[in-house]
């Protein structure tokens, strides 16, 4: 093996890890100015804001006598306020003693400042990581837009081997005699595709010109891979977004369920994909793997999955969307990725599904590359669902974590005094040990699930 063969590889390990570290920085920055900001309206001085660990590379201190530096490891971040011993809020004891004789330095301190303060400072490191989510999904609500009612075609999917004389703003009416549902109507678009014959081509009937005209189209919903799951057997195969599965193990299809079908009765035996890119056929190779994916009530269910998304044969035409609206939309998808999150934790540790689904270092990073590939729309979204992620984390009730210092602080209001410094030591010891100990638990998920 020579240095030429060597070089895609290295290209694409450097672009893994530079969307990675670009996705984490973006993210550790938001939730740490959140940190830094309410302390300092709340009075309390940061002396350090860092992103990163380890080495300084570049460093400036401002006219409040913040420090802001960019460190050597860019996987993570803090703001060490007056009072800390270290990037964890512990405290220091000499610090806080030099300070116990002047009540304004005192008052400027973590620990010497009035509970409500510290609450506001902690909180709004995750906060922050929540409002970023929704304002990046209510902005891609906006851009891309809601779908226009009636339902109209916007742009007709390429499809090999059918004639297609559906036309772009055609307004649908009907598809093989049923009518397609409105929003106000008791039919849901599900239903709907279920009572849609298997067949191809099928009869629409569709507003053309103001017009009523029936006319030939593709089976609604074909076998097009309208997006590729990252680290999923049909990414490792090499199907792109775009790609049209026309037949499997020489039988062909022209609908998705077809495929579908197919890939659960192969109980993860190999599978030959005939694929058509672009023009091109292809055939590519790839055995289903377990996957465990939500339910409508909450529980989780195995399937045997490629990791392909389908779409219909035509994109619908959008509008753009009222801000309201879209920042209702954006609250709703962060509260989906919290609800999804905390429900597989939970099957999670009562053993319901597999912990090979909590992803470590490498997944996420391989994850955040997989995005990138897919444009800036995708890689956008995974940071709003990333920072989500984090700011749930951040919320757990583990010392060391924003959450077991709300906890602390919890407990102080309760009680009127915070928790001795000998029993805060052992509580942070013990979990900056769960974190690292979760930590090489994902990084194992990922080498060897």
């Not at 460093?59 to 971040?77: E, H, Y």
């Not at 009612?149 to 559906?166: C, R």
């Not at 026309?246 to 197919?262: H, N, R, S």
Request: aromatic letters at 8%; glycine letters at 12%; one cysteine or more.
């Amino acid at each position: 093996m020579d240095i030429v063969t060597l070089l895609p590889q290295f290209g694409g390990f450097l672009y893994t890890i530079g969307s990675f570290v670009v996705a984490l920085s973006v993210i550790v920055a938001v939730h740490e100015y959140g940190h830094y900001i309410v302390g300092r309206w709340s009075g309390i001085h940061a002396e350090v804001f860092s992103l990163g660990f380890g080495p300084v590379l570049f460093s400036r201190v401002d006219k409040r006598g913040t420090r802001w530096q960019i460190a050597l490891l860019p996987f993570g971040g803090y703001v060490k306020f007056l009072g800390d011993a270290d990037a964890a809020s512990g405290k220091d004891s000499a610090a806080m003693e030099a300070a116990a004789n002047d009540p304004t330095r005192l008052r400027q301190t973590m620990h010497g400042a009035p509970l409500w303060a510290r609450s506001a400072t902690v909180a709004a490191g995750p906060v922050f990581n929540f409002v970023m989510s929704v304002i990046i999904f209510s902005v891609l609500a906006m851009t891309q837009g809601t779908l226009r009612d009636p339902l109209a075609i916007g742009t007709l999917v390429p499809l090999p081997g059918i004639e297609n004389q559906l036309r772009e703003g055609d307004e649908l009416v009907a598809i093989e005699g049923v009518a397609i549902p409105d929003e106000a109507g008791a039919m849901s678009w599900g239903e709907f595709r279920d009572q849609l014959p298997m067949v191809q081509p099928m009869e629409y009937q569709v507003r053309r010109d103001g017009q009523l005209v029936s006319v030939q189209g593709p089976f609604l919903s074909p076998p097009h891979v309208r997006a590729v799951a990252p680290r999923s057997a049909a990414s490792d195969a090499g199907l792109q977004a775009g790609d049209v599965i026309t037949g499997v193990d020489g039988e062909p299809i022209f609908a998705f369920d077809q495929l579908k079908q197919t890939v659960e009765q192969a109980d993860g035996r190999v599978l030959l994909l005939e694929v058509w890119r672009q023009g091109q056929e292809l055939e590519l190779a790839l055995a289903p793997r377990r996957t465990d994916e939500p339910q409508p009530d909450g529980s989780f269910a195995t399937r045997w999955r490629i990791g392909v998304v389908g779409g219909q044969a035509f994109e619908p035409a959008t509008e753009v969307g009222g801000v309201g609206e879209s920042l209702v939309a954006g609250a709703s998808q962060v509260w989906s990725v919290i609800d999804m999150s905390i429900s597989g934790l939970t099957h999670m540790i009562t053993g319901a599904i597999s912990t090979c689904n909590l992803s470590g270092p490498i997944g996420i990073a391989e994850t955040s590359s997989a995005m990138a590939s897919q444009g800036a729309v995708s890689f956008i979204r995974f940071i709003a669902v990333l920072s989500t992620a984090v700011g749930l984390l951040n919320l757990f009730p583990v010392p060391a974590l924003d959450g077991g210092h709300l906890v602390f602080y919890a407990y102080e209001a309760v009680t009127g005094r915070p928790p001795s410094d000998g029993v805060m030591r052992i509580l942070m010891t013990l979990g900056i040990a769960m974190i690292l100990s979760l930590m090489v638990f994902a990084l194992g998920n990922d080498l060897f699930c």
